[in-house]
Structures are given as C-alpha cells and as structure tokens.
C-alpha cells in the first residue's frame, strides 16, 4: 500500500512515531476521542486569522480543496504565471502539503513560502519543521523556493477603530533557520514515510512514555496498555524532571506504590505519592487558621469568565487579550449573615468592559476581602480594565489591593487529599471539600466552553431560544465557580 505523508504526519511523528502510524493505519484508534472545545476553538482561531492575514495579499487566489482537482488546479495556476497562491497542494514522492501562501517573483523567477500562524510568537520547535517539510517538498517540485518566512501575530499591537491589518500581523524571515536545518528535516520526512509505510502496526510502548500526562499522545492507552489511569506520569511537574521520570519508567515504576524509598522529589511531589499511597489526608489546621485570619467582612468570593479574542474584537485590546464579559459574586458580609450573589453576563454587542465595571462597582464595596482562585489572573483583568477606562482606575486599584487566593491554601500544602492529584484546580478541589457540588451536571462544565458559547452568541447567527439557553448555562456555570469557593472557604474556615 502506497503512503503518503503530509506535512500535520510528518509533525506528528516528530511529536510521537507510533502515533502518527496509527493515525494512518488505526484511525479509529486515533480518531477515537472527540476534540475538546479548547482545541476546537485553536482550530478556529486558526482559520479566522488566515482569512484575515491573506488581506495582505489582495491579489492572492484560494486554492480550493485539498484533492487531486486542488492539485491540478495549482499546477495549472503556476503555469500560468500567478504571483500569489493561497493553499497551493503539492504532492511529491509520496510527501504532501498545503502552503499558506506561495509567491511568485517574475522578474527572478524565485518563490517565497509565508506560513501563517495564529500565536503571537514564532515556535521553532513546530513551525521550523513545518517550513522546512514545505521547502522540501517544493524543491521536490521543481520550484525554486529561496525565502521562507513566518506570518503572526504581533503581540504589541493594540486596536483603535478599524483593524489595521499590517499592524495586526508581524513577517519574520526564517530564511536561515531553515535553510540550515534542510537536510535534517529531509532525512527525517525519509524517516517518517519508511515508519509509516510499515503495513504491521510497531510494538512495544510509544515515545510519550518518557513524558508527564499532559503531553502524552491521543493513543498513549492504546500503545501503553500498561500505564495506570493514574500513576508516576500523574506526579506534579514530573515532566520537567525528565530524568526522573526516565529512571521510574525504565525501571518498570508505575505506580505510587512501587517508588522506592528515598527518592528525591519536591515537597509538592513528595506530599502527593504519600497521600496516596498512605491513603490519608494531611491537614494543617493552625496554618489554615493563621491563613484565612488575614480576611476581612465582607467576605466577595468573585469568579470571571472571559474570551481570548485572537482578532481583538474592540478597542483598547490586543491579540489574544481576555475580554472578561461575565462575573458571579457570592457576599457573606459576617458570619452569621446569609449568603448574597450578584452575577453579570454581557449579552450585546460590543466591549464589555465598562458595563461590567459599573456593575462591580454596585456590588463590591470599599472595604472587604474580595476571594478568587488564581489571583493572578483576575488582577491581571482588573488592571486592564482600568487602563482602558480611567474612571476605574481608583476602584479597580482597590479590589486588587484586596484580592486574596483561596488556593493558597492548597498550594502551600495547608491540605494535601489523595483525591486532589496533586492538582490545585478548584475542580479537583471541590468534589473532596463539597461532594455534594458537582459540574457535571452543567450545560457549561468549563471554562473553555464557556468562552466558545459566550463568543457564537454574540457574533453567531443563533436564535433567541439559542441564545437564551447558552446565557442560562454561562450564569450556572460561573456561578458554580463562585460559590464553590464559598462553600470551600465555609469547610475551612470550621477546621
């Protein structure tokens, strides 16, 4: 069976042999697990931003398709002398690939490769190798390619009125990186079509085994039947001690119970194998008294949600800057006082940002501890939110000053729970502190989703009914947030 071997195979590969053989021979294997909406969301942002960098090409024509007609269809514009093909597909000894933009200079006869990508920075580790596959491949072709450069996002820009489109976007020539890693990528491409090629699926482990669980490939169980669900990969930040977990794997270590006695891991790590493996929790109640002292009533526990717009959707933002357009408060002004919530969810069109200013400023007062879980995050959008409206400076600057991390606790080891995994998110904090909360029975069941469904009801062509569904679920969801660091601050605060 003749393979070909397109330039996402090729990268997959790189990342992982196996699992690019069995994107190719098993892809009910591969494709067995559906995207999630984060990812469905990187695969759109992707798209939005290459429409809108061809308009630095006005007079570039599409190629349709990604068949043999497509391929056809470049050949025949190429005869005819076209300057600038967007998606030309080439296909050459058994190697394939769409270019985001090909140009032609007449005069010397010589093509220039533009990859667009939609990150704010250039990754040599994955957009090197896309380049350099295409480069390649189009020699291959015949063409003779002598500039490649790389097409993003400039981080540094920030909108005022129309889209400028020459500032939206920064070209960066990367002729010499990757004209000195040619070669290389050849014999890897080679490499890649010899492995894939091979009609008996490769035995034995994948190449992820040697990495933390986050970077573990679609087909990690498949290939590592072995892992448990929950292991060694699983520890803390395993993944940037490569050594480490290199001497667990290679010694057959897998699970909790078999890592030999006094092996070095961090605190945070250490704390994690022996709740597990001693099946008990370790509590510091006088550290948690001493913690939760500092905060004063009333008591703002205040969760946002927000959308990281790649194209800035308003003034005063640039690309990828969270717009915050929802917020849940939950108020307990003392201790015997019943519980309060206030929400905010922007449905219009248009910035949110000052609707939602001024309704924070009627539902948090002057003085009181404001609670968040990730402080970082919200301090970073109150400080956005004031410099592009003044008049909040004063009360953004005070919420911030008031700000206080509920996951502190957790991350200061105040509380280590076997169920916790070594995790410190509030979703794998709040089935062991509240077990009678739960997401999963949301419409929305996390933020990614969230930012996704607030996205196509404000710009979507949803109806009413629609729209009304997706702003009840939002308002569920984020006020779960909320009140879940209540319900976990009230399960403290009685130790």
Same mark, same amino acid.
């Not at 990604?66 to 597909?89: M, N, R």
């Not at 390649?136 to 820009?157: I, Q």
């Not at 984020?478 to 209540?486: R, T």
């Given at each position: 069976?003749?393979?070909?071997?397109?330039?996402?195979?090729?990268?997959?590969?790189?990342?992982?042999?196996?699992?690019?053989?069995?994107?190719?021979?098993?892809?009910?294997?591969?494709?067995?697990?559906?995207?999630?909406?984060?990812?469905?969301?990187?695969?759109?942002?992707?798209?939005?931003?290459?429409?809108?960098?061809?308009?630095?090409?006005?007079?570039?024509?599409?190629?349709?398709?990604?068949?043999?007609?497509?391929?056809? +269809?470049?050949?025949?514009?190429?005869?005819?002398?076209?300057?600038?093909?967007?998606?030309?597909?080439?296909?050459? +000894?058994?190697?394939?690939?769409?270019?985001?933009?090909?140009?032609?200079?007449?005069?010397?006869?010589?093509?220039?490769?533009?990859?667009?990508?939609?990150?704010?920075?250039?990754?040599?580790?994955?957009?090197?190798?896309?380049?350099?596959?295409?480069?390649?491949?189009?020699?291959?072709?015949?063409?003779?390619?002598?500039?490649?450069?790389?097409?993003?996002?400039?981080?540094?820009?920030?909108?005022?009125?129309?889209?400028?489109?020459?500032?939206?976007?920064?070209?960066?020539?990367?002729?010499?990186?990757?004209?000195?890693?040619?070669?290389?990528?050849?014999?890897?491409?080679?490499?890649?079509?010899?492995?894939?090629?091979?009609?008996?699926?490769?035995?034995?482990?994948?190449?992820?085994?040697?990495?933390?669980?986050?970077?573990?490939?679609?087909?990690?169980?498949?290939?590592?039947?072995?892992?448990?669900?929950?292991?060694?990969?699983?520890?803390?930040?395993?993944?940037?001690?490569?050594?480490?977990?290199?001497?667990?794997?290679?010694?057959?270590?897998?699970?909790?119970?078999?890592?030999?006695?006094?092996?070095?891991?961090?605190?945070?790590?250490?704390?994690?194998?022996?709740?597990?493996?001693?099946?008990?929790?370790?509590?510091?109640?006088?550290?948690?008294?001493?913690?939760?002292?500092?905060?004063?009533?009333?008591?703002?526990?205040?969760?946002?949600?927000?959308?990281?717009?790649?194209?800035?959707?308003?003034?005063?933002?640039?690309?990828?800057?969270?717009?915050?357009?929802?917020?849940?408060?939950?108020?307990?002004?003392?201790?015997?006082?019943?519980?309060?919530?206030? +929400?905010?969810?922007?449905?219009?069109?248009?910035?949110?940002?000052?609707?939602?200013?001024?309704?924070?400023?009627?539902?948090?007062?002057?003085?009181?501890?404001?609670?968040?879980?990730?402080?970082?995050?919200?301090?970073?959008?109150?400080?956005?939110?004031?410099?592009?409206?003044?008049?909040?400076?004063?009360?953004?600057?005070?919420?911030?000053?008031?700000?206080?991390?509920?996951?502190?606790?957790?991350?200061?080891?105040?509380?280590?729970?076997?169920?916790?995994?070594?995790?410190?998110?509030?979703?794998?904090?709040?089935?062991?502190?509240?077990?009678?909360?739960?997401?999963?029975?949301?419409?929305?069941?996390?933020?990614?989703?969230?930012?996704?469904?607030?996205?196509?009801?404000?710009?979507?062509?949803?109806?009413?009914?629609?729209?009304?569904?997706?702003?009840?679920?939002?308002?569920?969801?984020?006020?779960?947030?909320?009140?879940?660091?209540?319900?976990?601050?009230?399960?403290?605060?009685?130790?």
């Amino acid at each position: 069976m003749s393979i070909t071997i397109s330039k996402t195979d090729y990268l997959v590969y790189r990342d992982c042999p196996k699992n690019a053989w069995l994107k190719k021979h098993r892809p009910e294997v591969y494709f067995k697990t559906e995207l999630a909406s984060f990812e469905k969301l990187i695969i759109e942002t992707g798209n939005e931003v290459e429409k809108v960098a061809r308009t630095l090409f006005p007079t570039g024509v599409l190629i349709k398709g990604h068949d043999e007609a497509a391929i056809e +269809e470049t050949q025949k514009k190429l005869g005819e002398g076209v300057q600038t093909l967007f998606q030309p597909i080439f296909h050459k +000894e058994n190697f394939l690939a769409a270019v985001d933009v090909l140009k032609f200079d007449e005069e010397s006869g010589e093509y220039t490769i533009c990859e667009i990508k939609a990150t704010s920075e250039a990754d040599e580790k994955t957009h090197y190798y896309d380049l350099a596959f295409q480069t390649n491949l189009l020699r291959m072709s015949g063409l003779n390619v002598t500039t490649m450069s790389l097409l993003h996002l400039n981080s540094d820009y920030v909108r005022e009125g129309d889209i400028d489109v020459t500032g939206l976007f920064t070209i960066e020539d990367v002729t010499l990186e990757i004209e000195s890693m040619i070669e290389e990528v050849a014999g890897e491409m080679e490499s890649a079509l010899a492995y894939i090629s091979n009609e008996t699926e490769p035995t034995g482990s994948c190449t992820c085994i040697y990495k933390g669980r986050s970077k573990h490939c679609v087909t990690f169980d498949h290939s590592n039947p072995e892992i448990p669900a929950y292991g060694v990969h699983d520890i803390a930040r395993i993944g940037s001690s490569k050594a480490k977990l290199r001497e667990l794997i290679d010694s057959n270590i897998f699970e909790f119970e078999n890592i030999p006695d006094g092996m070095k891991f961090s605190d945070t790590q250490q704390n994690q194998i022996d709740a597990h493996v001693l099946d008990r929790a370790t509590i510091d109640r006088e550290n948690i008294r001493e913690e939760l002292s500092g905060l004063s009533f009333p008591l703002y526990f205040l969760d946002y949600e927000t959308f990281p717009s790649a194209i800035p959707l308003y003034d005063g933002f640039s690309p990828y800057q969270q717009i915050p357009f929802q917020y849940s408060l939950h108020i307990l002004r003392d201790k015997d006082a019943k519980l309060e919530h206030r +929400e905010f969810l922007y449905t219009e069109a248009g910035d949110p940002s000052k609707a939602l200013f001024e309704a924070m400023q009627k539902d948090i007062g002057s003085v009181g501890s404001v609670i968040v879980w990730n402080k970082s995050f919200e301090r970073g959008r109150n400080e956005e939110i004031a410099q592009r409206i003044p008049e909040a400076r004063a009360f953004m600057d005070s919420v911030n000053s008031r700000l206080y991390d509920l996951m502190d606790v957790f991350k200061k080891q105040f509380y280590v729970h076997k169920d916790f995994k070594g995790s410190t998110s509030i979703k794998k904090i709040l089935p062991v502190l509240a077990p009678e909360l739960s997401y999963k029975t949301l419409g929305i069941q996390e933020g990614g989703t969230a930012a996704e469904s607030w996205n196509k009801m404000i710009i979507g062509s949803l109806s009413i009914d629609e729209k009304k569904k997706i702003a009840t679920d939002l308002k569920e969801y984020c006020g779960l947030d909320s009140f879940a660091m209540y319900e976990i601050w009230r399960v403290l605060d009685a130790m």
